[in-house]
């Protein structure tokens, strides 16, 4: 059984990509609670610095704590949202690279044709450090950072499900793991 896929690198797969490795681990949500957790007693420690004391200070105190409270509130979730479009933005040179999968038995065969050179990688299973499935695609990471993205809407050979046997078979059960589904 033979499996043939491929992906273009868009701006998309580049946001979903990063959006899913903002999240991939619990810690990282736990950090980012705790963060804003943070934030939000640092914000109530200004707003209850305005209603304490006479009210003349307070008039003058309201628009001086609250815009900082309030950006310091949005921190965390702004630079959540904005990353995925500057994770695309330092990626330029990736749009219209194009990565071509084959899947067999025993190996992989990735051919990657970027605007700046083309190369091709021949590796087994145990090449991947993990291997994460969502609902639209794999992460296939050869390092902690790195990765590669299979859309599995660029599945042109074989099915979604038999890709799922073939990691299922080949690589150990904590390597790879489904998210989201």
């Known amino acids: ?27 990282q949500i736990i950090t980012y609670a705790i963060l804003e957790f943070i934030m939000l007693c640092f914000s109530v420690g200004l707003f209850s610095m305005m209603f304490s004391g006479p009210k003349e200070i307070r008039i003058i105190m309201i628009p001086v704590l609250a815009v900082p409270a309030i950006l310091v509130l949005g921190a965390v ?36 044709m970027l605007p700046t050179n083309t190369g091709q990688v021949r590796a087994n299973y145990q090449y991947f450090d993990k291997v994460y499935e969502t609902k639209t695609a794999f992460y296939l990471f050869i390092s902690k950072r790195e990765a590669f993205v299979l859309e599995k809407a660029g599945i042109t050979e074989g099915s979604i499900s038999d890709l799922q046997e073939l990691f299922r078979k080949n690589i150990p059960g904590k390597k790879y793991i489904r998210k989201g589904m």
Do not use: C, H, Q
């Open 1 to 27: 059984m033979t499996i043939k896929a491929r992906t273009d690198y868009t701006e998309k797969s580049i946001k979903n990509f990063a959006k899913f490795n903002m999240f991939r681990f619990p810690w």
């Open 77 to 112: 979730p702004f630079a959540l949202w904005r990353l995925p479009a500057k994770t695309a933005k330092m990626s330029r040179r990736m749009f219209g690279a194009a990565v071509f999968y084959e899947f067999s038995e025993d190996e992989i065969i990735i051919n990657s």
